[in-house]
């Protein structure tokens, strides 16, 4: 299961929701690597993630999951790294060197952490109709002026050419004002999804109508 190879056996199964930018991420890169692959639903407004079935293939009770050649794989940024090391011919999306390596991780945990508590959360609020404040906003905010300050150096995340980190990175981005949080007054931060939006095999996640923004101060 180590042996790098250009295309699985069979079609990689991916358990999704079509608003669920954590399964985006992993359904973009599918795309990007031109993988064959089938989508099964999970309904999340259905509590579907909370079936015996389902918690069988992941006791957290949370998408995305794929199954491939008789693999389970859960989490998102977990699916992206298997995904580039038994599919990425090219080893681009992946560095294997000691400082690429740490920089795509870096992004990793920024994915876990101020992009899921900020943008992303404020976007479950408006989805899902749970209370709001400004507090998720904010953390998008200086989130996004770290971001926009770093593209101001470099195309992408971690250099030159795209990563996982892009992967990850993109689409509660890209989604931040589904949650009333603007992207205007980031250019590279734009520029750079733009970016991302012209990769062959590009595909975009279903919008939801967005929100008027938060204020914040």
């Keep these: 299961m180590n042996t790098t190879q250009a295309h699985p056996a069979q079609p990689i199964r991916l358990f999704h ?17 031109g993988l064959p692959f089938e989508k099964v639903l999970v309904d999340l407004t259905k509590g579907e993630t909370r079936t015996p079935d389902f918690l069988a293939r992941n006791p957290f009770g949370q998408l995305p999951v794929i199954e491939d050649d008789g693999v389970t794989i859960a989490d998102s940024n977990a699916i992206l790294v298997y995904l580039a090391r038994r599919y990425d011919t090219s080893g681009a999306w992946l560095p294997a060197d000691a400082l690429g390596a740490a920089q ?8 876990a952490g101020p992009l899921a508590s900020g943008p992303a959360s404020a976007r479950v609020a408006v989805l899902f109709g749970r209370p709001r404040d400004a507090a998720p906003a904010q953390t998008a905010q200086k989130l996004f002026a770290v971001m926009e300050a770093h593209l101001a150096q470099q195309p992408f995340l971690v250099g030159a050419a795209p990563t996982l980190a892009d992967v990850s990175l993109y689409t509660y981005t890209a989604h931040a004002p589904e949650g009333g949080v603007l992207l205007d007054v980031y250019p590279n931060l734009r520029a750079w999804l733009a970016r991302i939006e012209a990769l062959p095999g590009f595909v975009g996640m279903r919008c939801h109508p967005a929100a008027e923004p938060l204020a914040v101060a």
């Design 17 to 33: 929701h079509p608003l669920s930018g954590h399964v985006h991420r992993v359904e973009l890169f599918l795309s990007l690597l």
């Design 104 to 111: 795509v991780q870096r992004w990793f945990s920024v994915a």
